[in-house]
């Protein structure tokens, strides 16, 4: 792991400070678990189709991918307006992954607009590919000095800490690439889902201000940290109850 280090810090209105990182997300992702826990291979999709796999080695296994790792120490916002501060994440840069494996793949890079990101769980999420580029973003592994848990995100995961929490997608598994943006999430989904989703300007969702929101998400905190919470106990004693046959 390289000394390097990155901190960010941001203005962000309306958040509340929380000590902990709880599991939290959508509800009807709370009993969705990633398929492949141990799985480190991404698989990389460009606009034409063509596509390829890349492997991020574990932290104990020899570093082939000429990556620099760095850590990064940054406050995660929930969009639902908690927020944790002090965490340092470990992984590497996402502006070096994509001039490593992502450019190649494409015959006109710089018309790239969009990134998707699809996780084992079948979450998905997107950003410009300007934001994606930013120094901050990171593909990562690791959390304050160890592998990241199912709960946080293993065994891979994209930390975007401008951006609030519900773009640092959690068990990554594929990453495509557009030439234009477009919306990925209907009904709903899509009201919520800002392109962006900068915590500093408070794009909490697509079209009504985020303030706005504040009061209705708080009131969705304690419930939706419970039900993951449950959900995570139930799926760590089935895990623990097949190891054990």
Known sequence: MSDNTVATALRAPGQLPRSDLPRFGLPRYASRFPSAPDERTLELIAPDG?????????????????IERVTLQVTFHCVTTWSTPGLTWGGVRFAD?????LQPLCSVPNQIEQIVFVAQDGYKTSLPVADCLDESVLIADELDGHSL???????????????????????LRRIELRTCAR??????????????A??????RGRYLPGWLLRPLYRLFIPRTVKLFSRQLEHYNNERSNRRDK
């Not at 009904?187 to 962006?196: E, K, N, S, T």
């Open 50 to 66: 063509v596509n390829n796999t890349v492997m991020l080695p574990c932290t104990s296994e020899p570093d082939n991918t000429g």
């Open 97 to 101: 992954f994509f001039d490593m494996y």
């Open 149 to 171: 848990t199912i709960e946080h995100g293993a065994p891979l995961r994209l930390i975007a800490p401008k951006h609030y929490g519900y773009k640092n997608l959690k068990h």
């Open 183 to 196: 919306p990925i999430k209907r009904g709903i989904y899509h009201m919520l889902d800002h392109p962006r």
């Open 198 to 203: 900068r915590v500093e300007f408070e794009e």
